[in-house]
């Protein structure tokens, strides 16, 4: 039997004497010009202040003491958090070229998958060659010819909906998730196959949460620490476990995907198009299973997210659902919204007011996805040194009560009235040549990294949304004003982040919407059986 007394008396004195060999080898000092935040400790710098969860509303606070660039210390590491999106585009958008890596991640550097999941690489070759792939694949011009996937995902979304509304969250994840199985794998969405995606997804967004494994990019002494000395036992199994699940998902799905392509049951998916260009690209088969991968990650968990907080806000606000719900009424009468038009923006600018004002008011991503710089770089008088992590605070651009009137309100009429949702019109103010460069939301990151899928998302979006609120009435079953909208208690912490569970009920209107929905659920079902 391990004798723990012992074993410890003699592991504490080794890993005190390493933590200070890792810390005065790699610890730079604190720049003078470096931007400002709270003042660092010894050794751990910031990281005692940061909460391990929610972080950004910290972030906020702190970027009302200290401005809009908060300099911290993560250790040895240094990172820096952007509040306003002029500090988005002089950096991230302006200096691209320098601002576009990503920092050590934990769970991607245990996993040996930092040059493998392109979400996660750092600004190489490699990456730039997924990028150009993925970028290609979901251009406009691409993305708009799958909309009639869409559309029929959609239609079998409220199907199922009106079947088992109970489970409705089951239904919204199988069609996000269905929209990226049959268009990157030319396989169809079917229920036990996203069920079994959306699992591993669950884990591997909660492993990505800082504090769920120990912060080694940070304090790099920790990676020798046995398991059992710290709070995050059992670490190193959950990281081996989830990569062999998802290698093994990966896998599956690719290999599934260029059988098709092989017996010539499909020519037209993203893994057809990988295949065509993996020898000229020098793509091994291991990289194209995870640049498919990422496509079916990002695209399912994202979209079928930001959804359910539409879903979260007409159960909530009622009166604002029946404007959505006049508008499709008006545009589409007795019929179910369908693509084209059922995306087509200027025929349901309410619609669209409400997308642009979920992901303001409650971002998947309220920290983004970190980027790194390549280089050192000086900025209004601060240093920012090569190897720098940039954190995008989308929270506290978006909810920055100076640009958007109460801001914690979900109001899309503020997108009605200016492009960017701000409180003062551009018809007051017309956009200025810096504005140009303004985005209409951050919530999908900014600069070269910036999400590649956001026209695939707005379609996907649009075409739901339109359809749920023509076919039901969504009503809170909590009760009036119980279903938890905050973002501190309402909301997981994920990296991901989503609304917690709340009773929601889906009250179809009317007997002949009831036909519609089962009538274009059939012709939705034959359109996808060339995908079985
Ligand atoms: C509402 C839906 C979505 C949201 C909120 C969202 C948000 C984001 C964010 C914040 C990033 C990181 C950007 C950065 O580093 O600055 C990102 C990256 C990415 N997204 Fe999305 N996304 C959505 C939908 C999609 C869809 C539908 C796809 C694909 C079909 C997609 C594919 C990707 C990919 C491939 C990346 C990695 C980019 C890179 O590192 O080069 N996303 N997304």
Redesign the pocket.
């Known amino acids: 039997m391990t004798d723990y007394p012992l074993l410890l008396s003699a592991t504490i004195p080794f890993l005190i004497a390493l933590f200070f060999f890792f810390f005065f080898r790699q610890s730079p000092r604190r720049a003078s010009d470096f931007p400002p935040g709270p003042p660092p400790i010894p050794i751990l710098g910031n990281i005692h202040q940061i909460p391990l969860q929610k972080s950004y509303i910290k972030f906020a606070k702190w970027a009302q003491q200290y401005g809009p660039i908060v300099g911290l210390r993560l250790g040895p590491q240094r990172a820096i958090v952007l509040n306003t999106w002029t500090a988005v585009r002089d950096l ?1 958008d302006q200096r691209g070229a320098i601002y576009s890596s990503r920092p050590t991640i934990p769970l991607i550097e245990h996993m040996g998958i930092t040059d493998t999941h ?2 996660f690489m750092k600004y190489t070759k490699n ?1 730039r060659r997924a ?1 150009k792939s ?1 970028a290609e694949y ?1 251009k406009d011009s691409e993305v708009d010819k799958r909309m009639s996937i869409q559309d029929a995902e959609s239609s079998q979304m409220m199907w199922e909906i009106l079947q088992r509304p109970g489970e409705y969250k089951e239904a919204v994840e199988r069609s996000f998730a269905a929209v ?1 199985l049959d268009t990157v794998y030319g396989r169809r969405g079917t229920i036990d196959v996203t069920k079994r995606f959306f699992k591993i997804q669950d884990e591997w967004t909660a492993l990505l949460d800082p504090g769920a494994m120990p912060p080694f990019d940070v304090l790099p002494f920790l990676r020798y620490v046995p398991d059992w000395l710290t709070p995050w036992r059992g670490w190193r199994q959950r990281a081996e476990a989830l990569k062999q699940k998802k290698d093994g998902v990966y896998r599956g799905l690719f290999q599934d995907a260029r059988e098709r392509v092989v017996q010539g049951k499909v020519d037209d998916s993203f893994v057809a198009r990988l295949l065509e260009e993996q020898e000229k690209e020098g793509y091994t088969d291991y990289d194209l299973e995870y640049v498919a991968g ?2 079916l990650e ?2 399912a968990d ?2 079928s997210t ?1 959804f359910s907080v539409f879903v979260l806000a007409m159960a909530v606000f009622p009166e604002l659902q029946r404007k959505a719900q006049e508008e499709v009424d008006g545009v589409f009468g007795k019929c179910m919204p369908a693509a084209p038009e059922g995306a087509d923006a200027t025929k349901l600018p309410y619609l669209k007011a409400c997308f642009w004002e979920i ?1 303001r008011w409650r ?3 309220p920290t ?2 970190p ?1 790194a710089t390549t280089k050192d770089d000086t900025y209004q008088g601060y240093s920012i040194p090569a190897n720098t992590t940039v954190i ?1 605070n989308t929270w506290a651009i978006e909810q920055n009560p100076v640009d958007h009137t109460s801001p914690n309100a979900f109001d899309p009429t503020r997108f009605l009235t200016s492009k960017f949702g701000t409180t003062h019109p551009e018809s007051d103010a017309p956009p200025t040549e810096a504005d140009a460069w303004r985005r209409q939301s951050y ?5 070269r ?6 026209r ?2 707005e379609n ?2 649009l075409l739901a949304m339109a359809k749920v609120v023509w076919a039901f009435d969504i009503v809170s079953l909590e009760g009036e004003g119980e279903l938890d909208l905050s973002m501190e208690t309402g909301f997981t912490d994920a990296f991901l982040t989503a609304p917690k569970e709340g009773r929601i009920g889906f009250e179809i209107r009317g007997e002949r919407r009831r036909e519609v929905v089962e009538r274009e659920w059939e012709r939705a079902d034959g359109l996808l059986k060339r995908f079985e």
């Open positions: 991230l392109p979400a990456w990028r993925m979901l990226m990422l496509l990002g695209g994202t979209a930001a992901l971002p998947g991503f983004g996805v980027h995008l919530a999908f990151g900014a600069g990294r910036v999400c590649p899928g956001q695939m998302a996907s979006m």
